[in-house]
């Protein structure tokens, strides 16, 4: 696994992974759960891929993100999960929060 970004938040973080999921990199979010967890040290939310041969391939998904490319290219609608109620980016399948799949 290698790590490809530190996230700002836990919805920065899965926005990141739903992109290199859109380009076919498996990639996982760690430490989203600790965040903002009460008494704890803050943890930044990291994003691994798990695939090494497709980090530069990720960087550039990276890269694009923070130009503000990728959104673009990738932004939708929002939608709110109908579980949680949570408000999520368009290009999310399933709600980050509690899982449960977009209508
Ligand atoms: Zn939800």
Request: charge should be negative.
């Amino acid at each position: 696994m290698r790590l490809v970004y530190t996230a700002k938040h836990p919805t920065e973080a899965h926005l990141i992974r739903g992109m290199l999921k859109a380009e076919g990199i498996r990639a996982e979010v760690k430490g989203d759960q600790l965040y903002g967890a009460f008494g704890e040290l803050p943890v930044l939310p990291t994003v691994w891929i798990l695939d090494d041969m497709l980090a530069a391939q990720a960087e550039r998904v990276v890269i694009d993100f923070l130009h503000g490319t990728a959104a673009r290219k990738y932004g939708h609608e929002r939608w709110t999960c109908a579980n949680c109620g949570e408000t999520l980016e368009g290009q999310f399948t399933e709600c980050w929060k509690c899982g449960a799949a977009r209508d």
